[in-house]
Each structure stands twice: as C-alpha cells, then as structure tokens.
C-alpha cells in the first residue's frame, strides 16, 4: 500500500513534530520490536493473532498498554467500525491531576 499521502497530510498540518510517527516495513519485526521498546507508551495491532499474543506477552514486560484485533476484522473505512466509542476509547487517555488547595483559596 502507498501510505505516503497520510504522511504529507500529517506534515502540511499543524499537527507537532513526534505526536504522530509513521513507520513503514514488515508487521511481524517492527511490532516485536516497538513492543520491547521501554518509550513507547501505547501499542495497536491489528494482523495474524500469533503476532498478537507477541505484542500482548512483549507489552507486558514494560507495561505498555496494547490493543490487539485479528486482522480482517476492522473495516476502518466503514462509518461505524472505523470510528466511535471503541476507537476513542483507545485513541484517549484521561489523566486526573488532584491539586491541593490548602492555603491557596484561603481568605
């Protein structure tokens, strides 16, 4: 697949330099390979599921959060697969951040 247009629309936009990286090879090395990786937070996989149980038992060893579907399933073009609940539910992360309000609201 030519995947090169996603990676000029990505640069044309107002999107930060390495919020989004785009690698291209072979699924089975570079999925082992980012699921060793200690900084890379966050994994998808979507291919053979052997290569899923890998991500899944390699993501485990650093903690990294991993979704995993057998390939042929997800139509990402299609409306509903392609876009709701489970995909935001994968693409966000909420953190809550508890501050202190001691003496800084005091009168």
């Not at 149980?53 to 057998?70: D, I, M, P, S």
Request: net charge neutral; glycine share 10%; hydrophobic share 30%.
């Amino acid at each position: 697949r030519n995947l090169q247009g996603g990676s000029t629309v990505i640069a044309t936009s107002d999107i930060p330099g390495g919020v989004v990286n785009m690698l291209y090879g072979s699924q089975s090395p570079l999925s082992l390979t980012l699921a060793q990786h200690q900084h890379v937070q966050a994994s998808w996989y979507f291919g053979h599921p052997e290569g899923c149980h890998v991500v899944q038992r390699e993501g485990v060893e650093n903690k990294k959060q991993v979704w995993c579907e057998e390939y042929e399933r997800r139509k990402w073009n299609s409306l509903v697969q392609g876009t709701g609940y489970t995909i935001n539910h994968h693409c966000y992360n909420s953190k809550a951040v508890i501050m202190p309000a001691g003496e800084t609201f005091a009168n």
